[in-house]
């Protein structure tokens, strides 16, 4: 009779990890790209509480205008309201359950698929087909539940914590660090969503260091970054970050002429900022790109790809070329990280893999480490 093998437990292995400083520290182990408890228990205990993006507040510009998010196995939908507030609720029907909205759109009413229920902008019913012979029924008691949301800096973020702590709060120190590049007035010029053949935390990781630049971007933004410029500093509490300093070879990576908010080095200063736990944000004087994830099991991850120029750039003379010339160098690093990161997750798997030490370049991994640690309990 064979003997059961045990399987690694995954959140044990990651916390003897994380208690090692990190100039001793190791990556994370493999147990926890691979674990279905272990992503168990990150969609229940970190993506069930924690503030996620669902795009920019500028792709809901309208009255009406709405998109569609599944978080952590709930539908929501967020609506721009009359009044201009942003409205996250649930995106199923109160009656047999079936989901309602798809995408992403425009619309004065929210009507159901499957038997027309029909609910107002803000969640209650307003009609319902064939109901009048049902003595229990009472259309007022029916409104969709809502999900926190809030707006911040130009970015849409939902949770479904019953008391989130307010965005402003817990990412004060990020308004701090880039408040001069006005984040909030970047202008979004394109949006797509991919699934990817990966863990979601190895595509995160893969933001969060420059390390692999000069290898796995050796055809594109490689070259305009050296390891010994790159600043990794100690991350905070609910978000690491590091900075690149780049020339004007890419014109669009540095401050415009007419830019007057940034100064001195800050004038080619890309910060590359990951909000924990899914946003990755890479913020250039001149551009802007992100990736929001979320796990669509072991293997697979969601992502939100969008990204667009700051205003000096986005409304010169120049900016259909600036435009086209920053999508296509995003889209070669885009296909450049996704060869990468899935060989990533295809050899974590083997039977001999074993993660080795950090580099000094990889302090926000580390971080990442910590992080999740904090969150993630028995």
């Known amino acids: 009779m064979n003997k059961a093998i045990d399987k690694p437990d995954a959140l044990a292995e990651l916390r003897e990890m994380a208690?090692?400083?990190?100039?001793?520290?190791?990556?994370?182990?493999?147990?926890?790209?691979?674990?279905?408890?272990?992503?168990?228990?990150?969609?229940?205990?970190?993506?069930?509480n924690e503030w996620v993006c669902v795009g920019r507040a500028s792709a809901l510009a309208n009255p009406g205008d709405y998109l569609?998010?599944?978080?952590?196995?709930?539908?929501?939908m967020v609506i721009r309201e009359k009044d201009g507030n942003l409205r996250a609720q649930s995106n199923v029907c109160l009656h047999r359950m079936s989901t309602m909205l798809e995408g992403r759109g425009n619309t004065k009413t929210i009507v159901c698929p499957y038997h027309a229920w029909t609910y107002n902008i803000d969640g209650t019913l307003r009609g319902a087909p064939a109901m009048q012979q049902n003595s229990g029924f009472c259309k007022e008691s029916y409104r969709l539940p809502t999900v926190h949301c809030e707006e911040w800096l130009g970015w849409i973020m939902i949770s479904l914590s019953k008391n989130p702590e307010p965005l402003a709060a817990q990412l004060s120190e990020v308004q701090e660090l880039i408040g001069d590049y006005g984040m909030e007035?970047?202008?979004?010029?394109?949006?797509?969503?991919?699934?990817?053949?990966?863990?979601?935390k190895v595509l995160a990781e893969n933001f969060m260091e420059s390390y692999h630049l000069p290898v796995c971007h050796r055809d594109t933004v490689g070259g305009l970054s050296k390891l010994e410029e790159m600043d990794c500093p100690p991350g905070k509490k609910a978000f690491n970050y590091h900075y690149i300093l780049k020339d004007d070879s890419l014109k669009i990576a540095v401050a415009h002429p007419e830019n007057s908010r940034l100064k001195d080095q800050w004038r080619n200063t890309t910060v590359l900022l990951s909000i924990y736990p899914s946003l990755m944000i890479t913020l250039t004087p001149g551009y802007f790109w992100y990736l929001s994830l979320h796990p669509q099991g072991v293997g697979k991850v969601h992502i939100q790809y969008g990204g667009g120029l700051s205003p000096d750039f986005a409304y010169d003379k120049d900016a259909k070329d600036h435009f086209n010339a920053t999508k296509k160098l995003l889209d070669e690093v885009n296909v450049e990280d996704k060869g990468c990161t899935e060989k990533v997750f295809a050899g974590l798997r083997s039977p001999l893999a074993s993660p080795g030490h950090y580099s000094h370049l990889e302090r926000p991994n580390y971080d990442f480490a910590q992080y999740l640690t904090g969150k993630l309990s028995s």
Do not use: C
């Open 19 to 48: 208690s090692v400083p990190f100039e001793d520290a190791q990556a994370m182990p493999k147990s926890v790209y691979t674990s279905e408890d272990f992503l168990q228990q990150e969609l229940e205990q970190v993506f069930s």
């Open 68 to 76: 569609t998010y599944e978080l952590a196995g709930q539908p929501v």
């Open 185 to 200: 007035d970047y202008v979004e010029l394109f949006y797509e969503t991919h699934v990817w053949d990966t863990n979601w």
